[in-house]
């Protein structure tokens, strides 16, 4: 009975890990530590996180690795997070998306189905309601017009799913996660980059003149929906489903960079830039369907999710803020 989380050395996954392993599940993690990011943040937030997790060096687009891990670890579920992340990347980079989002996703699908996985959960994103869907953005929305790579490819993930519960009865479920957060976060999107740049005095670009909404999620909260979903059978006919996992509450740009700047004590110098492509005016998540599957309540406002995070910059970039 072991659990395979693929991307365990990233963000999501390390807190992942450490939260199974704190339940005394064995778990054995794979990443490749690109260098999408800093591959050495990555190495810092397992040995801090999770350092007694078993986590392989190893690409999903190596199928032979790929089998011959399945075959050593067997594991019964598989928590698959890996992926090529980010929007704005995804324009500059489209080939990194194809290789990890949808090479490396069929990947874990074929091995999930000839080694008799019995669950797999997989990591969707708000994105793929792209420009079809209004807030609160529900399951049941249209997920086809997605506006940029990085969406398409997580889209597709769903479908690609869908289809290997409906040939093969492999139970899947995708959780869309909306913006997450937290200490150890990636060092590419607002929270660090905004903590980072408010803490060193630079100025930070603010997009759509600031007009914009997300419904940031506190890692914390994430990680009890991904431990909520991988404890609940699939209970649709089709064994595939979806789940939101946001806070659902968006919160204004403007109020966000205030919250940055009060924990930094420090003053916020905002650049207002044009909306960039690929990118959404708003995210809001329904969460209803999570919380009636599997209880999911998200408990962590920015106020209090926030603030941690600025000290955690602090601490871990020092003056390289
Ligand atoms: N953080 C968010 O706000 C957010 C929002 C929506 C969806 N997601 C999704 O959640 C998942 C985890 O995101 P994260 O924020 O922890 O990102 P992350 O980049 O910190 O973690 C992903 C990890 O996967 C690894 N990886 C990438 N390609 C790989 C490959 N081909 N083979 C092996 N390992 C590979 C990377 O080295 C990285 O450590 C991703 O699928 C991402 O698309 C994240």
């Known amino acids: 009975m072991s659990i395979l989380v693929t991307g365990a050395a990233g963000f999501i996954g390390a807190y992942t890990c450490q939260a199974l392993a704190a339940r005394g599940e064995r778990v054995v993690g794979l990443d490749n530590y690109n260098d999408y990011?800093?591959?050495?943040?990555?190495?810092?937030?397992?040995a801090a996180?999770?350092?007694?997790?078993?986590?392989?060096?190893?690409?999903?687009t190596d199928r032979d690795g790929l089998a011959a891990l399945f075959d050593e670890?067997?594991?019964?579920r598989v928590v698959h997070l890996a992926a090529q992340a980010g929007v704005r990347y995804s324009l500059e980079n489209p080939h990194a998306y194809v290789e990890s989002n949808l090479?490396?996703?069929?990947?874990?699908?074929?091995?999930?189905?000839?080694r008799g996985v019995q669950h797999l959960l997989y990591a969707s994103s708000s994105s793929v309601y792209g420009d079809s869907a209004t807030p609160p953005f529900s399951e049941d929305q249209r997920?086809?017009?997605?506006?940029?790579?990085?969406?398409?490819?997580k889209a597709a993930n769903e479908l690609m799913a869908?289809?290997?519960?409906?040939?093969?009865g492999l139970p899947a479920t995708g959780l869309r996660f909306f913006t997450v957060y937290g200490p150890w976060g990636r060092p590419d999107m607002a929270p660090l980059l905004f903590s980072r740049a408010v803490l060193a005095g630079r100025s930070i670009e603010v997009f759509n003149e600031g007009r914009m909404r997300r419904d940031f999620t506190h890692v914390s909260d994430i990680v009890a929906g991904i431990l909520g979903a991988l404890s609940q059978p699939s209970a649709e006919p089709t064994p595939h489903q979806v789940f939101n996992l946001g806070n659902h509450t968006p919160v204004e740009l403007e109020?966000?960079?205030?919250?940055?700047?009060t924990a930094a004590g420090r003053p916020a110098h905002k650049i207002y830039r044009p909306m960039q492509p690929g990118d959404m005016v708003e995210t809001m998540a329904d969460t209803r369907r999570a919380h009636a599957a599997f209880g999911y309540a998200p408990r962590t406002?920015?106020?209090?999710?926030?603030?941690?995070?600025?000290?955690?910059?602090?601490?871990?970039?020092?003056?390289?803020a």
């Not at 990011?37 to 397992?46: A, F, H, I, S």
């Not at 869908?162 to 093969?168: D, E």
């Not at 109020?255 to 700047?261: D, P, T």
């Open 49 to 60: 996180l999770c350092p007694q997790v078993d986590i392989r060096t190893l690409d999903l």
């Open 73 to 76: 670890v067997q594991p019964t």
């Open 143 to 153: 997920v086809d017009r997605p506006r940029s790579l990085y969406a398409a490819t």
């Open 37 to 46: 990011y800093d591959p050495q943040l990555k190495r810092d937030r397992v």
């Open 255 to 261: 109020h966000f960079i205030e919250v940055i700047a």
């Open 103 to 114: 090479v490396g996703f069929v990947n874990v699908l074929e091995l999930c189905r000839h």
């Open 301 to 320: 406002p920015i106020e209090t999710g926030l603030p941690p995070v600025v000290q955690w910059c602090r601490e871990y970039f020092g003056s390289a």
């Open 162 to 168: 869908y289809t290997y519960a409906q040939l093969y």
